[in-house]
């Protein structure tokens, strides 16, 4: 079992910037590849960056490529999820998840929320206009 607590979700102005966290407790972190989703009301579950191992491989989604960074902190089995120039579209419930894989899928496959083992309990994101 992994346990994922996300944190530092909250409501900002547009073009503001925001640091998420996905701290994981439990199995080794270094077996899992990451991924950051989310969800607004209305709409499907949506990955916006993942990330392989070892922090080497990332994928973004077309929508935050050049805005948001991923990154992971393997000694202190954390993820991040730095969104800067938010725009109030980016307004959901931000997810992480962890996927059981040594290495990381293609873009198509890691991408996918079936793929994902584990996931957190959210934490909301709100970009006021």
């Known amino acids: 079992q992994v346990q994922l607590v996300e944190s530092g979700g909250g409501l900002v102005q547009a073009g503001g910037s925001l640091r998420l966290s996905c701290a994981a407790s439990g199995r080794t972190f270094t077996n899992y590849a990451m991924g950051w989703f989310r969800q607004a009301p209305g709409k499907e579950r949506e990955c916006v960056a993942a990330?392989?191992?070892?922090?080497?491989?990332?994928y973004y989604a077309d929508a935050v490529k050049g805005r948001f960074t991923i990154s992971r902190d393997n000694a202190k089995n954390t993820v991040y999820l730095r969104m800067d120039s938010l725009k109030p579209e980016d307004t959901a419930v931000y997810y992480c998840g962890a996927d059981r894989i040594s290495g990381i899928h293609d873009y198509t496959t890691q991408t996918n929320w079936a793929v994902y083992d584990y996931w957190g309990q959210g934490t909301q994101v709100t970009v006021s206009s």
């Open positions: 990330i392989d191992w070892i922090g080497i491989t990332k």
